[in-house]
Protein backbone atom coordinates (compact mmCIF):
# COMPACT_ATOMS: atom_id res chain seq x y z
CA UNK A 1 0.00 0.00 0.00
CA UNK A 2 1.62 3.45 -0.68
CA UNK A 3 -0.33 6.98 -0.01
CA UNK A 4 -3.72 7.95 -2.29
CA UNK A 5 -4.98 11.55 -3.69
CA UNK A 6 -8.28 11.81 -2.15
CA UNK A 7 -9.67 11.67 -5.55
CA UNK A 8 -8.94 7.84 -5.97
CA UNK A 9 -9.98 7.14 -2.24
CA UNK A 10 -13.45 7.79 -3.05
CA UNK A 11 -13.21 6.56 -6.27
CA UNK A 12 -12.27 3.30 -4.53
CA UNK A 13 -14.29 3.74 -1.79
CA UNK A 14 -17.38 3.47 -4.16
CA UNK A 15 -16.26 0.78 -6.03
CA UNK A 16 -16.45 -1.05 -2.22
CA UNK A 17 -20.55 0.06 -1.57
CA UNK A 18 -19.97 3.62 -0.53
CA UNK A 19 -21.63 6.38 -1.21
CA UNK A 20 -21.29 9.92 -1.49
CA UNK A 21 -19.27 11.91 -0.17
CA UNK A 22 -21.92 14.09 1.94
CA UNK A 23 -21.03 16.79 3.81
CA UNK A 24 -22.09 17.56 7.03
CA UNK A 25 -20.34 19.46 10.24
CA UNK A 26 -16.37 19.82 9.58
CA UNK A 27 -15.97 16.84 7.54
CA UNK A 28 -17.23 15.07 4.88
CA UNK A 29 -18.50 11.55 4.85
CA UNK A 30 -19.34 8.21 2.63
CA UNK A 31 -22.22 5.46 3.99
CA UNK A 32 -22.86 2.00 2.52
CA UNK A 33 -25.84 0.95 4.89
CA UNK A 34 -26.07 1.57 8.71
CA UNK A 35 -21.61 2.39 8.51
CA UNK A 36 -20.90 6.24 8.28
CA UNK A 37 -17.47 6.69 7.63
CA UNK A 38 -15.71 10.05 7.78
CA UNK A 39 -13.13 10.86 5.16
CA UNK A 40 -10.63 14.00 5.20
CA UNK A 41 -11.67 16.98 3.21
CA UNK A 42 -9.48 17.43 0.10
CA UNK A 43 -7.02 19.74 0.44
CA UNK A 44 -4.77 18.63 -2.33
CA UNK A 45 -2.36 16.92 -0.20
CA UNK A 46 -1.84 12.31 -0.59
CA UNK A 47 -3.75 10.39 2.32
CA UNK A 48 -1.11 9.25 4.30
CA UNK A 49 -0.69 5.41 5.25
CA UNK A 50 -1.69 6.10 8.86
CA UNK A 51 -4.86 7.85 7.73
CA UNK A 52 -5.92 5.26 5.19
CA UNK A 53 -5.31 2.38 7.40
CA UNK A 54 -7.57 3.94 10.24
CA UNK A 55 -10.42 4.70 7.61
CA UNK A 56 -9.96 0.96 6.00
CA UNK A 57 -10.39 -0.05 9.58
CA UNK A 58 -13.47 1.79 10.09
CA UNK A 59 -14.84 0.81 6.57
CA UNK A 60 -14.49 -2.57 7.51
CA UNK A 61 -12.00 -3.26 4.47
CA UNK A 62 -8.83 -5.55 4.85
CA UNK A 63 -6.14 -4.20 3.39
CA UNK A 64 -5.18 -7.35 1.00
CA UNK A 65 -9.02 -6.78 -0.29
CA UNK A 66 -7.76 -2.64 -0.64
CA UNK A 67 -4.57 -3.67 -2.59
CA UNK A 68 -6.13 -6.01 -5.45
Do not use: C
Amino acid sequence: MSPISWKNLIRKLKEFGFHGPYSGGKHLFMIKGNLTLTIPNPHGRDIGLGLLNKILKEAGISKKEWSQ
